[in-house]
Protein backbone atom coordinates (compact mmCIF):
# COMPACT_ATOMS: atom_id res chain seq x y z
CA UNK A 1 0.00 0.00 0.00
CA UNK A 2 0.93 3.84 -0.63
CA UNK A 3 0.51 4.72 3.35
CA UNK A 4 1.30 3.96 6.84
CA UNK A 5 -0.29 0.75 7.48
CA UNK A 6 -1.11 -0.27 11.17
CA UNK A 7 -2.41 -3.08 13.19
CA UNK A 8 -4.57 -4.47 14.07
CA UNK A 9 -7.13 -1.53 14.29
CA UNK A 10 -8.88 -2.43 17.00
CA UNK A 11 -7.75 -4.08 19.95
CA UNK A 12 -9.16 -5.07 23.31
CA UNK A 13 -7.04 -6.60 26.23
CA UNK A 14 -7.65 -7.70 29.62
CA UNK A 15 -6.33 -5.75 32.52
CA UNK A 16 -2.63 -7.21 33.04
CA UNK A 17 -2.66 -8.55 29.14
CA UNK A 18 0.46 -8.05 27.14
CA UNK A 19 -0.10 -6.42 23.45
CA UNK A 20 1.82 -6.01 20.25
CA UNK A 21 0.90 -3.18 18.15
CA UNK A 22 2.17 -3.53 14.17
CA UNK A 23 3.53 -0.67 12.37
CA UNK A 24 4.21 -0.49 8.35
CA UNK A 25 5.96 2.53 7.53
CA UNK A 26 5.74 3.57 3.62
CA UNK A 27 8.40 2.01 2.16
CA UNK A 28 12.19 3.26 2.38
CA UNK A 29 10.94 6.06 4.99
CA UNK A 30 14.05 6.25 7.51
CA UNK A 31 11.92 8.07 10.44
CA UNK A 32 9.06 7.00 12.31
CA UNK A 33 7.50 7.93 15.48
CA UNK A 34 5.21 6.39 17.77
CA UNK A 35 2.41 8.59 19.63
CA UNK A 36 0.03 8.13 21.87
CA UNK A 37 -3.72 9.46 21.74
CA UNK A 38 -5.90 9.43 24.68
CA UNK A 39 -9.53 10.40 24.61
CA UNK A 40 -10.28 14.38 24.09
CA UNK A 41 -6.42 14.81 23.60
CA UNK A 42 -4.23 15.40 21.28
CA UNK A 43 -1.72 12.79 20.26
CA UNK A 44 1.77 12.94 22.55
CA UNK A 45 4.81 11.64 21.30
CA UNK A 46 6.08 8.44 22.61
CA UNK A 47 9.34 7.06 20.76
CA UNK A 48 11.35 8.21 17.54
CA UNK A 49 13.69 5.34 14.96
CA UNK A 50 16.10 6.67 12.62
CA UNK A 51 16.53 3.13 10.81
CA UNK A 52 16.79 0.91 13.26
CA UNK A 53 18.31 3.13 15.83
CA UNK A 54 15.42 4.35 18.72
CA UNK A 55 16.95 7.93 19.24
CA UNK A 56 14.33 8.73 21.15
CA UNK A 57 12.04 6.85 24.15
CA UNK A 58 11.61 9.88 26.13
CA UNK A 59 7.84 9.64 25.59
CA UNK A 60 7.58 6.26 26.68
CA UNK A 61 5.31 6.49 30.01
CA UNK A 62 6.45 3.50 31.92
CA UNK A 63 9.25 0.70 31.90
CA UNK A 64 5.86 -1.35 30.39
CA UNK A 65 6.40 0.58 26.90
CA UNK A 66 8.77 -1.17 24.92
CA UNK A 67 9.37 -0.42 20.97
CA UNK A 68 11.39 -2.15 18.01
CA UNK A 69 12.22 -1.74 14.77
CA UNK A 70 15.17 -4.95 13.76
CA UNK A 71 15.35 -4.43 10.40
CA UNK A 72 14.45 -0.66 9.98
CA UNK A 73 10.80 -1.23 8.33
CA UNK A 74 8.34 -2.49 10.88
CA UNK A 75 7.88 -1.46 13.90
CA UNK A 76 6.18 -2.95 17.12
CA UNK A 77 4.71 -1.00 19.79
CA UNK A 78 4.66 -3.66 22.92
CA UNK A 79 2.69 -2.75 26.28
CA UNK A 80 3.68 -5.12 29.04
CA UNK A 81 0.87 -5.70 31.87
CA UNK A 82 -1.83 -3.81 30.67
CA UNK A 83 -3.47 -1.16 32.75
CA UNK A 84 -6.94 0.69 32.18
CA UNK A 85 -4.80 3.67 31.54
CA UNK A 86 -3.06 2.51 28.58
CA UNK A 87 -6.98 2.87 26.35
CA UNK A 88 -5.86 5.26 23.61
CA UNK A 89 -5.10 5.30 20.08
CA UNK A 90 -1.87 4.33 18.98
CA UNK A 91 -0.53 6.38 16.03
CA UNK A 92 2.48 5.46 13.59
CA UNK A 93 3.85 7.93 11.63
CA UNK A 94 7.25 7.77 9.07
CA UNK A 95 9.12 10.28 7.48
CA UNK A 96 11.66 10.34 4.28
CA UNK A 97 13.24 13.01 6.25
CA UNK A 98 15.36 13.07 8.71
CA UNK A 99 15.87 15.50 12.07
CA UNK A 100 15.44 18.29 11.55
CA UNK A 101 13.15 18.49 8.48
CA UNK A 102 11.37 15.28 9.41
CA UNK A 103 8.23 17.01 10.99
CA UNK A 104 8.10 18.51 7.52
CA UNK A 105 6.54 15.81 5.86
CA UNK A 106 4.98 13.13 8.09
CA UNK A 107 2.80 10.91 7.02
CA UNK A 108 0.24 9.56 10.52
CA UNK A 109 -1.08 5.94 10.13
CA UNK A 110 -4.88 5.12 11.01
CA UNK A 111 -4.16 4.12 14.23
CA UNK A 112 -4.63 1.50 16.54
CA UNK A 113 -7.59 2.10 19.22
CA UNK A 114 -6.51 0.14 22.20
CA UNK A 115 -9.14 -0.64 25.26
CA UNK A 116 -7.98 -2.04 28.36
CA UNK A 117 -10.91 -3.91 30.13
CA UNK B 1 8.15 24.44 28.99
CA UNK B 2 6.62 23.65 25.75
CA UNK B 3 2.94 23.88 25.32
CA UNK B 4 0.27 24.40 22.41
CA UNK B 5 -3.11 25.37 23.84
CA UNK B 6 -6.36 25.55 21.60
CA UNK B 7 -9.46 26.68 23.71
CA UNK B 8 -12.09 25.94 22.02
CA UNK B 9 -13.27 21.78 22.17
CA UNK B 10 -16.03 22.19 19.64
CA UNK B 11 -16.91 25.32 17.19
CA UNK B 12 -20.02 25.11 15.68
CA UNK B 13 -20.91 28.08 12.40
CA UNK B 14 -23.68 27.77 9.56
CA UNK B 15 -22.06 27.35 6.19
CA UNK B 16 -20.77 30.76 4.31
CA UNK B 17 -19.74 31.88 8.28
CA UNK B 18 -16.25 33.05 8.64
CA UNK B 19 -14.21 30.25 11.01
CA UNK B 20 -11.58 31.04 13.53
CA UNK B 21 -10.00 28.17 15.28
CA UNK B 22 -7.15 29.58 18.09
CA UNK B 23 -3.88 28.06 19.13
CA UNK B 24 -1.63 29.72 21.27
CA UNK B 25 2.04 28.08 21.90
CA UNK B 26 4.58 28.29 25.06
CA UNK B 27 8.58 28.29 23.63
CA UNK B 28 11.78 29.61 23.98
CA UNK B 29 12.84 29.69 20.87
CA UNK B 30 11.83 30.07 17.49
CA UNK B 31 8.51 28.48 16.86
CA UNK B 32 7.65 26.46 14.02
CA UNK B 33 4.02 25.72 13.56
CA UNK B 34 1.60 23.43 11.99
CA UNK B 35 -2.15 22.76 11.40
CA UNK B 36 -3.38 19.30 11.18
CA UNK B 37 -6.67 18.13 10.30
CA UNK B 38 -8.66 15.05 10.55
CA UNK B 39 -11.88 14.77 8.40
CA UNK B 40 -13.67 11.38 9.56
CA UNK B 41 -13.09 8.20 9.50
CA UNK B 42 -9.54 8.97 7.74
CA UNK B 43 -6.22 9.69 9.11
CA UNK B 44 -4.11 12.60 10.52
CA UNK B 45 -3.20 14.88 7.86
CA UNK B 46 -0.89 18.10 7.61
CA UNK B 47 -3.10 20.97 6.62
CA UNK B 48 -0.44 23.55 6.66
CA UNK B 49 3.00 25.40 7.87
CA UNK B 50 3.26 28.57 9.21
CA UNK B 51 6.33 28.95 7.21
CA UNK B 52 5.14 28.31 4.07
CA UNK B 53 2.65 30.85 4.40
CA UNK B 54 0.27 29.31 1.97
CA UNK B 55 -3.55 28.80 1.08
CA UNK B 56 -4.83 25.61 1.64
CA UNK B 57 -8.59 24.84 1.26
CA UNK B 58 -9.16 28.50 1.78
CA UNK B 59 -7.54 27.98 5.30
CA UNK B 60 -4.70 30.60 6.01
CA UNK B 61 -2.45 30.99 9.78
CA UNK B 62 -0.47 33.76 10.62
CA UNK B 63 2.15 33.43 13.34
CA UNK B 64 1.99 36.48 15.58
CA UNK B 65 5.04 36.42 17.78
CA UNK B 66 4.06 38.87 20.02
CA UNK B 67 0.82 37.02 20.66
CA UNK B 68 2.06 33.40 20.15
CA UNK B 69 -0.27 32.81 18.20
CA UNK B 70 -1.50 30.69 15.16
CA UNK B 71 -4.78 30.96 14.99
CA UNK B 72 -6.66 29.35 11.60
CA UNK B 73 -9.06 31.16 9.18
CA UNK B 74 -11.31 30.92 6.81
CA UNK B 75 -13.84 33.61 5.27
CA UNK B 76 -16.51 31.62 4.44
CA UNK B 77 -16.89 27.82 5.94
CA UNK B 78 -17.91 24.99 4.18
CA UNK B 79 -19.54 21.18 5.16
CA UNK B 80 -16.81 19.60 3.91
CA UNK B 81 -14.62 22.06 6.69
CA UNK B 82 -15.99 19.81 9.42
CA UNK B 83 -13.18 17.87 11.15
CA UNK B 84 -11.19 17.61 13.80
CA UNK B 85 -8.11 20.66 13.36
CA UNK B 86 -5.05 20.09 15.93
CA UNK B 87 -2.22 23.24 16.05
CA UNK B 88 1.08 21.87 16.59
CA UNK B 89 4.46 23.20 17.49
CA UNK B 90 7.37 21.69 15.80
CA UNK B 91 10.36 20.67 17.90
CA UNK B 92 12.58 17.65 17.58
CA UNK B 93 9.01 15.87 17.44
CA UNK B 94 5.30 17.30 16.85
CA UNK B 95 3.41 19.05 20.18
CA UNK B 96 -0.19 18.93 19.66
CA UNK B 97 -2.88 20.97 21.49
CA UNK B 98 -6.18 19.13 22.72
CA UNK B 99 -7.94 19.58 18.87
CA UNK B 100 -10.93 21.98 18.20
CA UNK B 101 -13.65 19.96 17.05
CA UNK B 102 -15.54 22.33 13.76
CA UNK B 103 -18.96 21.79 12.71
CA UNK B 104 -20.51 23.05 9.41
CA UNK B 105 -24.12 23.55 9.34
CA UNK B 106 -26.06 23.51 5.81
Known amino acids: GAGVSQSPRYKVAKRGQDVALRCDPI?????LFWYQQALGQGPEFLTY????????KSGLPSDRFFAERPEGSVSTLKIQRTQQEDSAVYLC???????????????FGSGTQLSVL | AQRVTQPEKLLSVFKGAPVELKCNYS??????LFWYVQYSRQRLQLLLR??SRESIKGFTADLNKGETSFHLKKPFAQEEDSAMYYC????????FGTGTRLQVFP
Open chain 1, 93 to 107: ASSSLVPPLTNEKLF
Open chain 1, 27 to 31: SGHVS
Open chain 1, 49 to 56: FQNEAQLD
Open chain 2, 27 to 32: YSGSPE
Open chain 2, 50 to 51: HI
Open chain 2, 88 to 95: ALNTDKLI
